[in-house]
């Protein structure tokens, strides 16, 4: 499902590019078909000057699609490496005035929603992300966002929705967010049952450090060791300070006192 829609962002970018680019693509695409079967079905003798004119057909595409794009990637990939370092002003900086231009482009807005989030502005971040999902009411990467959202708003129930739909959509981690959903909930056998269905897959140190400490709670394995909770518990500290006006960061706060006193227990 992730690559239906990742093809379907790329529809709609190149509905917006300049007539020249989309011509250039179009007989860059005709030409790799014409090259492809070529390459496939021509005589042996002409296979592999068809094979090599195919690769460079292919760089040729490569290069128009970002030039085509150019005037999208350069801002909207600055505002993702701003984000990947946690620099969430600077992201916002960037994207909201893409978005008060009209360039209401849906990763913009799930980028945007989801920087508001991280910014505790949790509110806004509602607002764009049901703007981003009214685009495309199963897009995965602003459900997912949504739910994070949600989550962490402490509307625990409607969370589950979404986050139900985000699975579905493709996004393989929301089963993580699901079952900490559930844990909030009080439906320990849901929880538990996501939990240690993801579990083998999760690889940020975070992640890996709720999951052992909720399905500890829920009788579950061993209490994550001092090395996770040095890697993993930073995060959650800091997710704690952001959203502890909503019922979501009150509990988590309890929670990384729990943990703390864990890893003090096992050292002793």
Aim: glycine share 8%.
């Amino acid at each position: 499902m992730t690559l239906i829609h990742l093809m379907r962002d790329l529809i709609r970018d190149i509905r917006a590019w300049d007539s020249a680019s989309r011509v250039a693509l179009m007989i860059a695409l005709v030409l790799c078909v014409g090259f492809g079967l070529a390459a496939a079905f021509a005589p042996v003798m002409w296979r592999q000057p068809a094979i090599i004119g195919l690769v460079g057909l292919i760089i040729v595409t490569q290069l128009i699609l970002l030039w085509g794009n150019r005037g999208m990637v350069a801002p909207y990939t600055q505002a993702q490496r701003h984000y990947m370092h946690g620099e969430f002003e600077k992201t916002r900086n960037i994207l909201e005035p893409l978005r008060d231009c009209g360039n209401t482009d849906i990763r913009v807005l799930t980028l945007l929603g989801n920087t508001y989030r991280q910014l505790g502005m949790l509110d806004e971040s509602e607002v764009i992300l049901r703007c981003a999902l009214d685009k495309e009411s199963l897009h995965p990467f602003p459900l997912y966002g949504f739910g994070r959202t949600l989550l962490s708003k402490g509307n625990y129930h409607e969370a589950v929705i979404v986050l139900e739909k985000a699975i579905r959509a493709g996004t393989t981690v929301a089963q993580f967010d699901l079952g900490e959903v559930y844990y909030r909930l009080g439906q320990w056998q849901q929880a538990q049952t996501h939990l240690q269905a993801i579990k083998p897959s999760l690889q940020e140190p975070y992640r890996a450090l709720m999951a052992d400490y909720l399905l500890y709670r829920l009788g579950i394995g061993m209490p994550p060791t001092p090395a996770l909770v040095r890697e993993g518990l930073p995060f959650w500290e800091e997710s704690a300070k952001r959203f502890q006006a909503t019922p979501y960061g009150i509990v988590l706060a309890e929670d990384i006192l729990a943990i703390q006193t864990l890893t003090e227990e096992r050292k002793t």
